[in-house]
């Protein structure tokens, strides 16, 4: 026989009581800007905060997030701010890739390059890129060779 847990009244959290709480990787994760861009040095941002949430990188390795996401890293790590590592990349306003279709030969190597999958085309056929799921972290630009591919501020 189950029961029914009473209705709650009032303000309260946004999870039922008995949830777990988000792991430290995945609150770490969660601050970052999900640009998969690779110039923290690591694959991607999960496997970036999952290095911080072990104590192996720092908080300033992400240009994308730049020195206020630098800094809501450490206040979550309780370690003192630091200011994003500029040897790494500029830290850039959001932007979008868009492919010019009329000088894209379809070789794929722009879709192969995607960490998000962003990208899709067969090969010799245009490609295009789906906006809601670029990250814009550029890694497609220098892998097409026939240089189609800009990025546009969002």
């Keep these: 026989m189950s029961t029914i847990p009473p ?22 994760d969660r601050l970052l800007p999900q640009t998969q861009c690779g110039q923290c040095g690591y694959d991607g941002c ?14 300033d390795h992400c240009p994308p ?7 809501a890293l450490a206040r979550l ?4 701010a630091r200011p994003y590592d500029r040897r790494r990349g500029q830290h850039k306003a959001p932007q979008v890739a868009v492919i010019v279709e009329a000088d894209c030969i379809g070789c794929t190597k722009c879709i192969k390059a995607c960490p998000v999958d962003a990208i899709v085309g067969g090969a010799k056929r245009m490609h295009v890129v789906l906006e809601p799921l670029c ?8 892998a097409c060779p026939v240089d189609c591919i800009a990025l546009l501020d969002v």
């Design 77 to 80: 790590l309780q370690v003192p």
């Design 65 to 71: 997030g730049g020195d206020a996401g630098a800094r």
């Design 7 to 28: 209705p709650r009244h009032g303000p309260g959290p946004p999870f039922p009581m008995n949830a777990p709480l988000p792991s430290l990787v995945e609150r770490l």
């Design 135 to 142: 990250t814009g972290c550029e890694l497609c630009v220098p």
């Design 46 to 59: 999960r496997p970036y905060a999952d290095a911080m949430a072990r104590g192996e990188a720092g908080v």
